[in-house]
């Protein structure tokens, strides 16, 4: 990724592409990343396409949606949150290709995807000079921003089963642990001059296995822990409740445009 100084004016001449951060993308951030374990866990497991296979296949549909996201002139929720998607359902099938298919293990795995989360966020704040999410311009800052978000939804499903299956907590122990721990975040935010860049990241972070374990919650069967709703019942009304969402948030990006 250059940095010349023309490169930088391209990229403050661009429109800022991302969604704003408000209390809505949060809750729209958590719906897309558990609808992203729910998909995911459908495509490798339940109709049994196994992860090598349905890495491959979530991949190109990652591809395809970032390139669209890219090539676009302005923000569309819906394109923007079709991303959040793909990245989810990437990362899952992803993290469970390491973890289980290469043997590496949870703990192991999620050490590794944080290792990698940490040089993707050092790289973007050496070659842009910001990691600020609030003005994302040019498609090289949308590169390492797009970057940083699949790498963390991979930890995320790393980190998630990690605390549901391997720490002992299991399924509602792993979620009100990542939930203490965002409330936390979310207090920090309110209450102290934490940088609000560092606290946006780790709440990025947090929110995916917090998706994750939720999404096991929904998925497993009673006897796991779980509440047994299934890998397909569970997408189909995680992606109804995200459809509803990205649909306010449309009609809501076209009346301030409008005005």
Partial sequence: MSNSPRDRVADANETNKVAQVTFAFWIMKICATTLGETAGDLLSMTLGIGYALSTVVLLAFFFATLGAQLASRRFHPALYWAVIVSTSTAGTTMSDLVDRSFGLG?????????????AVLLGWRRDVGTLSVERVRGRRTEAWYW??????NTLGTA?????????????LGGAA???TAIALVAAAAAFTRIDRVVLFWIAFVLTRPFGATFGDLLT????AGGLGFG???????LAAILLLLVAASSRATRDTTAA
Avoid: E, M, Q, R
Wanted: negative net charge; hydrophobic residues 50%.
């Fill in 106 to 118: 949870y703990g192991l795995g999620a050490s590794l995807l944080a290792a990698c989360l940490v």
């Fill in 147 to 152: 970057t940083a978000i699949l790498v963390s």
């Fill in 159 to 171: 980190l998630g089963d990690y605390l549901a299956d391997s720490s002992g907590l299991g399924f």
């Fill in 177 to 179: 642990l990542v939930g």
């Fill in 220 to 223: 497993k069967p009673v006897d």
């Fill in 231 to 237: 890998t397909s019942g569970s997408s189909l009304v």
